[in-house]
């Protein structure tokens, strides 16, 4: 079996979720650490038992001194960008953590960049992967139900501590939507076709700009889904409500409910328990490395994740309805 060798940037916060599941690994073997913060560092190293040679202040230096395969980038998203190219000049594959980049262009940049080396990037966009959202994939793909025709997602809280994106425009699609988003379009087997948003801040958030935001998405066989969300929020709420042909489908205290046409109770349908996401990450981007076989969080299919993320912010910022695909393929 090859062994995946990989530099960490980032064993910090989100950063600790992937050295860890690294040392369980036997397909992957961390390298290096690259970190800022060096208690972060020599907590992860203890952990590992990575010699202190092996970690870095800066990712050029491990980049120079350390023989790898793969770089993963788990810091800000807005080092991702610099990051990445450095990652590809130096001929390694990318697993990134979300957001990819804070621009579509960005992101576009990098794959392109990338598959000219014949370098593979991925995305941990892992929230699709849950099983209650994997068991709805199946159910509405499949039509179990009939055609899904509409649906709706809130997801309302309040979150004080403004992390990487406070100053970020439209703060709450970057931060929080990039998954809402990625995980809509793995529900349906139809794209995108024309995306409305409405982002916006109240006077007493802790960001500075687009803490809420509205975005209504009609896809090209015509399902409609409209998101009403925010960090803004003095009260939690979180709904998921998908409408079928033959019965309503929604997402209610960790289950799913479905309610049949004149029905008057809610069935509650079995929800089986599966790979956990970064497993199922780390597996797919093992084989998109060695085997060439593209996983559906590859950076190049990761782009209309980000193209919702962005159109949805020019539409605001535009006061128009965005043509999805044209702005994918002109952004």
């Not at 709450?172 to 948003?197: A, C, M």
Request: glycine letters at 8%; proline letters at 4%.
């Amino acid at each position: 079996m090859k062994k995946i060798k990989v530099i960490h940037s980032g064993v910090g916060g989100r950063g600790v979720v992937w050295t860890n599941a690294v040392n369980k690994r036997e397909d992957f073997v961390s390298v290096a650490y690259v970190d800022v913060n060096k208690e972060a560092m020599e907590k992860a190293a203890a952990i590992s038992g990575l010699p202190k040679e092996k970690c870095f202040s800066t990712l050029e230096e491990a980049l120079k001194n350390v023989e790898a395969d793969s770089v993963f980038i788990i810091t800000p998203p807005q080092l991702h960008y610099q990051q990445c190219l450095q990652a590809i000049e130096a001929g390694k594959h990318i697993l990134v953590e979300k957001p990819f980049t804070l621009s579509l262009k960005e992101a576009k940049d990098i794959v392109d960049k990338a598959e000219e080396k014949n370098l593979k990037v991925a995305v941990t966009q892992n929230a699709r992967y849950q099983p209650i959202y994997k068991k709805l994939a199946n159910l509405t793909k499949e039509e179990t139900y009939g055609t899904p025709a509409f649906g709706l997602q809130v997801n309302l809280s309040w979150r004080p501590g403004t992390k990487h994106s406070g100053k970020v425009r439209h703060s709450y699609l970057w931060e929080r939507s990039v998954h809402d988003f990625d995980t809509i379009l793995s529900l349906f087997n139809s794209q995108p076709k024309r995306v409305w948003g409405y982002s916006f801040n109240p006077s007493w958030s802790p960001y500075e700009n687009g803490a809420c935001n509205y975005t209504w998405i009609e896809f090209e066989d015509g399902f409609i889904f409209g998101i009403m969300a925010g960090f803004a929020a003095h009260g939690k709420k979180a709904t998921f409500h998908i409408e079928c042909e033959k019965g309503s489908l929604g997402i209610v205290d960790n289950q799913i409910h479905l309610r049949k046409p004149e029905a008057t109770e809610d069935e509650i349908l079995p929800i089986e328990e599966g790979e956990e996401g970064v497993s199922i990450i780390l597996n797919g981007f093992y084989k998109y490395i060695t085997e060439g076989i593209e996983p559906p969080f590859s950076g190049r299919e990761n782009l209309k994740t980000l193209a919702l993320v962005e159109a949805s912010g020019a539409a605001s910022d535009e006061g128009r309805i965005i043509d999805f695909q044209k702005y994918l393929k002109e952004a």
